[in-house]
């Protein structure tokens, strides 16, 4: 089966920084990209243009920015694990912020990992592919 | 005392309706040294007795019945120390009992003795000097009042005194004013009843507490009404208490705005410092990002179409790339000192002979250098915060390890020293120094003291330290020569 994830990141700049980690990484995952915490709710519920799952497959893994418009990365986490239809959904912070208290929220909220972007990209890629690696491929995901 | 007025106060007043009999009492006197003054009839004798006299002396004979009640009425008006001894000469007889009742009127308190004709010149002296003795005593509480009065008129405070039934006996102007009263409307009555509205209230209870248990009581209170703050102090005794009572409004006010103004200023700041807290999060987010672009990007570049660069171009590339690195670098050591700035820090005993090998071993950046730090062990343990501790040692390394003469090979010396109940942490180095003139200034932020170019660094790196040692409730302090080396010593509660 293939595993797709869903990158929900409001700066261009981070998405395609994103993508060509992702490449460089070598992960075979499909990427989609929502850009903003409102969208990646839509996604995950099969909203509007979403509702085609074939074209927008539900995601093993999804990586949230914190700080993004609408909703931010917490409140969809919050989101996902209280009222959506996949509350066990692996869900892994992806951000800038390595504030203490953005740590302590995601976790309490059910985060299964925080990341802090690295600012090199070759540092980038390679978080990615060890996340990959451990998440999506030793990980036994939840149905 | 003035001559005049000592001179009133020892006069002897005599009244005699013949003056023979006066001129002989007057020589008697004379001869007695005791000054006497004839007066002419009874009125003459009531006015000179209101301007002051150490005795009266009256015949019988001058005794009408209407002088006796005008001395009566005369006595009766003198202040409550008074008491002035009257002798009155009497012939004996019927008359005499007659005057002896009306004089009773004068009450058990008349200071009057009979002298009876015929009598030798020397027992009308004796009899005087006897009056003038009591007199003299009368002058005594006359000047001990006098000065207690004085004393308690010139206190700012009210001052009064209460007998065993809460009676006033004494009350200073500023003691009735703060009632809003005269003093003699509230001599004599019962403070209960002049101020009915303290029965019941603190103020009512802590009297008779003082009074009961005969102890000195101090409260304060707030005067209904006049919404005035009172300190009020009340001494016990035997004979009831007394009250002196200090205005402590302004004082009080001054308190309470004192207290308004450190609660908005505490406000102001907690607003700052939310503000702060928002504008290092917002600089650890948002000024990331850009900076997270530029370095990818131009690593994009490098990697995809630096073959197509000329060297020139190439080189264009590294620039940026270095530059974004040092800005990274940047914004974190600005991130750390906001965080130890403002972090709460609990302090513990901390095994300074395990944390610091262990950060040698574990941190890359002394990997290629570590055999340069020499540690004199064993490190004796101080109070202090492991976070903000592994933030010094690793900023003081760092200095001591990069900041070394071209060519010179690093040595770093680390140890610890008692000094009662405190401990020392010192690095000593082999480095370049920090010149007399920049040793004040490199605790500062952004503070460097070498060229950008020369040695790699942000310039926030001392300022960390010191603020963790200050947080810690230590000291820092530096020694250096140029070009020998430096000697950075934390001081922390021993551990």
């Given at each position: 089966m293939i595993k797709t994830i869903l990158l929900a990141e409001d700066n261009s700049d981070d998405v395609w920084i994103m993508q060509r980690a992702v490449k460089a990484a070598g992960i075979a995952c499909p990427l989609q990209v929502v850009e903003n915490g409102r969208e990646a709710v839509n996604y995950l519920s099969g909203l509007g243009k979403y509702t085609d799952r074939t074209k927008y497959p539900l995601p093993s893994l999804v990586l949230l920015d914190i700080k993004m418009p609408y909703l931010s990365g917490l409140e969809v986490l919050k989101w996902l694990r209280t009222e959506s239809a996949a509350p066990a959904l692996l869900a892994v912070f992806l951000t800038s912020s390595s504030d203490r208290r953005d740590v302590e929220a995601a976790y309490r909220f059910g985060a299964n990992a925080y990341l802090v972007k690295p600012s090199e990209l070759a540092k980038l890629t390679e978080m990615l592919k060890s996340m990959e690696e451990f998440l999506l491929i030793h990980n036994q995901l939840p149905s | 005392m003035s001559p005049a007025t000592a001179s009133i106060d020892e006069r002897v007043l005599v009244l005699a309706p013949t003056g023979r009999d006066a001129e002989l009492t007057l020589s008697f006197l004379s001869r007695a040294k005791i000054a006497g003054l004839r007066c002419n009839d009874a009125t003459d004798l009531v006015a000179k007795l209101r301007e002051g006299c150490a005795a009266v002396i009256v015949a019988e004979e001058a005794l009408g019945k209407g002088v006796v009640e005008t001395l009566i009425a005369a006595l009766a008006q003198q202040p409550s120390w008074s008491e002035i001894p009257i002798s009155i000469i009497t012939s004996g007889g019927e008359t005499t009992a007659q005057i002896l009742t009306t004089l009773s009127v004068l009450g058990p308190n008349g200071n009057v003795t009979l002298l009876e004709r015929p009598f030798r010149p020397v027992t009308l002296v004796n009899t005087l000097r006897a009056a003038l003795r009591s007199r003299h005593r009368q002058y005594q509480v006359r000047d001990l009042l006098d000065e207690r009065d004085t004393v308690l008129r010139s206190i700012n405070d009210a001052f009064a005194t209460l007998d065993r039934q809460w009676r006033y006996t004494y009350v200073n102007e500023k003691a009735a004013a703060l009632a809003g009263l005269r003093i003699d409307e509230m001599l004599g009555r019962s403070i209960w009843e002049v101020s009915p509205h303290k029965v019941g209230t603190p103020y009512y209870t802590d009297l008779h507490r003082a009074f009961e248990n005969q102890v000195i009581v101090r409260f304060e209170y707030l005067q209904t009404g006049t919404n005035r703050w009172l300190d009020v102090r009340v001494y016990p005794s035997a004979r009831g208490v007394s009250i002196l009572t200090?205005?402590?409004?302004?004082?009080?006010?001054?308190?309470?705005?004192?207290?308004?103004?450190?609660?908005?200023?505490?406000?102001?700041?907690?607003?700052?410092?939310?503000?702060?807290?928002?504008?290092?999060?917002?600089?650890?987010?948002?000024?990331?990002?850009?900076?997270?672009?530029?370095?990818?990007?131009?690593?994009?570049?490098?990697?995809?179409?630096?073959?197509?660069?000329?060297?020139?171009?190439?080189?264009?590339?590294?620039?940026?790339?270095?530059?974004?690195?040092?800005l990274d670098k940047l914004i974190s050591d600005v991130l750390t000192y906001s965080r130890v700035l403002r972090a709460p820090l609990e302090l513990d005993s901390i095994d300074l002979d395990h944390l610091l090998p262990a950060l040698i071993e574990q941190y890359p950046t002394f990997q290629p250098l570590k055999e340069n730090i020499e540690v004199k062990r064993p490190l004796l343990r101080v109070m202090g915060h492991e976070g903000s501790l592994t933030q010094c040692i690793t900023n003081l390394l760092g200095n001591a390890l990069k900041f070394v003469a071209p060519g010179r090979k690093p040595r770093v010396r680390v140890w610890t020293e008692a000094n009662d109940d405190k401990v020392v942490l010192v690095f000593a180095d082999n480095g370049i120094g920090i010149a007399p003139k920049d040793q004040a200034r490199i605790f500062g932020m952004f503070q460097r003291v070498h060229p950008e170019g020369n040695y790699e660094g942000t310039g926030i790196g001392l300022a960390i330290v010191r603020k963790a040692v200050e947080r810690m409730k230590g000291t820092l302090s530096l020694t250096s020569q140029e070009g020998v080396g430096s000697e950075f010593r934390i001081q922390l509660p021993k551990g």
């Open positions: - | 200090t205005d402590i409004s302004d004082q009080k006010r001054a308190e309470e705005l004192l207290e308004a103004t450190v609660a908005e200023r505490t406000t102001k700041l907690r607003e700052t410092i939310g503000e702060l807290e928002a504008f290092s999060y917002s600089v650890s987010h948002d000024l990331r990002s850009p900076l997270r672009a530029m370095q990818a990007f131009s690593q994009a570049l490098a990697d995809d179409y630096g073959t197509m660069l000329p060297k020139e171009g190439q080189w264009y590339l590294e620039r940026i790339a270095n530059a974004s690195v040092r």
